[in-house]
């Protein structure tokens, strides 16, 4: 297997591991055994992988522990920990947004959940229209000042919500957001490729990118049909908003470029991810060491200017 490399999130010294690894929908949540969440993040681990993504509202809380109890038996200084707030945690009305609130009781939720002093690196999961962005600013810059974050970052904003962020960071001198997690994949290009990249190269952003096999798609084992006990099985409207006949045309016309390279289509899909501009790290999902070992292969992969451009026309970049 090749050697893991590391990235900066953009202009800033920390590094995390090209491929990297997160628990949305698996630990805590389709994975309820906790002696297996450990065997997979210890195996990511051992394989170089240093940045672990979570989130409070994963499995309400249960990915945090979960994945808390692993992490917490690798040394932390070799980690590099992301949770994130935003979302909904209950029915209160303040138990949600960005809110100073809100972020202040959900980091500390968070930290407690986790087994841990500090977070790498806090996301807003989603732009909180409600709550003025200056508010969320300033609220993450305190928490970077009492060391609870040393980054903060968000996820899903657009290029002109992120710009805003940074206009208020510089009239106040706060901490901005240093690293975007937005979705991007072979299937979704759109949003990253015409409206985001372009402000976080400006302003000096890291990229960790989420959804890289838009949920198993890119894999191929949708080509015919749902197989049981897979993520689109299991999640309905996850299913029926990805599971659409062109969308497996296009995976099934991409098996000729990854058969020229050697490789499997999910290799080739993440070694596509990790190999555009501006990603810092690609975040992987996995609910086996099998699947992690697959995907970790993608590192060996070597992207021809033929197979991207074969790619090209499989997957446009407006879509
Ligand atoms: N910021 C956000 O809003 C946001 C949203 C979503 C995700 N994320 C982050 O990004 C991470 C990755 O996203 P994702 O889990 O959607 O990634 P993904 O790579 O698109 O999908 C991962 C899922 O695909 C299947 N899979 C993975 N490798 C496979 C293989 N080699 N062979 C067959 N099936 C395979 C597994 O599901 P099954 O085995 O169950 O089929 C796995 O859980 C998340 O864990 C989370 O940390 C962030």
Same mark, same amino acid.
């Given at each position: 297997?090749?050697?893991?490399?590391?990235?900066?999130?953009?202009?800033?010294?920390?590094?995390?591991?090209?491929?990297?690894?997160? +628990?949305?929908?698996?630990? +805590?949540?389709?994975? !309820?055994?906790?002696?297996?969440?450990?065997?997979?993040?210890?195996?990511?681990?051992?394989?170089?992988?240093?940045?672990?993504?979570?989130?409070?509202?994963?499995?309400?809380?249960?990915?945090?522990?979960?994945?808390?109890?692993?992490?917490?038996?690798?040394?932390?200084? =070799?980690?590099?920990?992301?949770?994130?707030?935003?979302?909904?945690?209950?029915?209160?009305?303040?138990?949600?947004?960005?809110?100073?609130?809100?972020?202040?009781?959900?980091?500390?939720?968070?930290?407690?959940?986790?087994?841990?002093?500090?977070?790498?690196?806090?996301?807003? =999961?989603?732009?909180?229209?409600? !709550?003025?962005?200056?508010?969320?600013?300033?609220?993450?810059?305190?928490?970077?000042?009492?060391?609870?974050?040393?980054?903060?970052?968000?996820?899903?904003?657009?290029?002109?919500?992120?710009?805003?962020?940074?206009?208020?960071?510089?009239?106040?001198?706060?901490?901005?957001?240093?690293?975007?997690? %937005?979705?991007?994949?072979?299937?979704?290009?759109?949003?990253?490729?015409?409206?985001?990249?372009?402000?976080?190269?400006?302003? +000096?952003?890291?990229?960790?990118?989420?959804?890289?096999?838009?949920?198993?798609?890119?894999?191929?084992?949708?080509?015919?049909?749902?197989? %049981?006990?897979?993520?689109?099985?299991?999640?309905?409207?996850?299913?029926?908003?990805?599971?659409?006949?062109?969308?497996?045309?296009?995976?099934?016309?991409?098996?000729?470029?990854?058969?020229?390279?050697?490789?499997?289509?999910?290799?080739?899909?993440?070694?596509?991810?990790?190999?555009? %501009?501006?990603?810092?790290?690609?975040?992987?999902?996995?609910?086996?060491?099998?699947?992690?070992?697959?995907?970790?292969?993608?590192?060996?992969?070597?992207?021809? %200017?033929?197979? !991207?451009?074969?790619?090209?026309?499989?997957?446009?970049?407006?879509?």
């Amino acid at each position: 297997m090749s050697a893991m490399t590391y990235r900066p999130l953009g202009r800033c010294g920390t590094k995390v591991s090209t491929l990297s690894l997160g +628990g949305w929908t698996t630990f +805590g949540g389709s994975i !309820t055994d906790d002696a297996l969440t450990r065997t997979i993040l210890h195996a990511a681990f051992e394989a170089g992988i240093n940045f672990f993504d979570i989130a409070d509202v994963y499995a309400r809380g249960a990915a945090e522990t979960s994945m808390g109890k692993a992490l917490a038996e690798l040394p932390r200084r =070799h980690l590099v920990i992301s949770s994130k707030c935003y979302w909904p945690m209950s029915e209160d009305v303040n138990d949600r947004g960005l809110s100073r609130k809100h972020i202040f009781e959900s980091v500390h939720d968070s930290l407690r959940r986790i087994g841990t002093d500090y977070l790498d690196i806090l996301f807003c =999961h989603r732009y909180d229209a409600e !709550t003025p962005v200056e508010e969320t600013v300033r609220a993450m810059d305190d928490l970077v000042r009492q060391g609870k974050v040393l980054y903060w970052g968000t996820s899903e904003w657009t290029g002109a919500q992120l710009d805003s962020a940074h206009e208020v960071a510089r009239t106040y001198g706060a901490y901005g957001p240093q690293v975007e997690q %937005p979705q991007y994949s072979l299937l979704v290009r759109e949003k990253v490729e015409s409206d985001v990249r372009p402000v976080l190269a400006a302003r +000096g952003m890291g990229m960790v990118v989420w959804s890289p096999l838009a949920s198993g798609l890119l894999t191929g084992k949708y080509d015919d049909g749902v197989p %049981p006990d897979s993520r689109l099985a299991r999640i309905d409207w996850l299913r029926e908003s990805l599971l659409r006949d062109e969308q497996v045309t296009r995976v099934k016309a991409m098996r000729a470029v990854a058969d020229d390279l050697r490789c499997s289509r999910t290799q080739l899909a993440l070694a596509w991810a990790a190999a555009q %501009p501006g990603v810092s790290s690609v975040i992987l999902g996995a609910t086996s060491v099998a699947q992690l070992e697959e995907n970790l292969g993608a590192l060996a992969v070597e992207l021809t %200017p033929a197979a !991207t451009k074969a790619l090209d026309g499989v997957f446009p970049a407006t879509s």
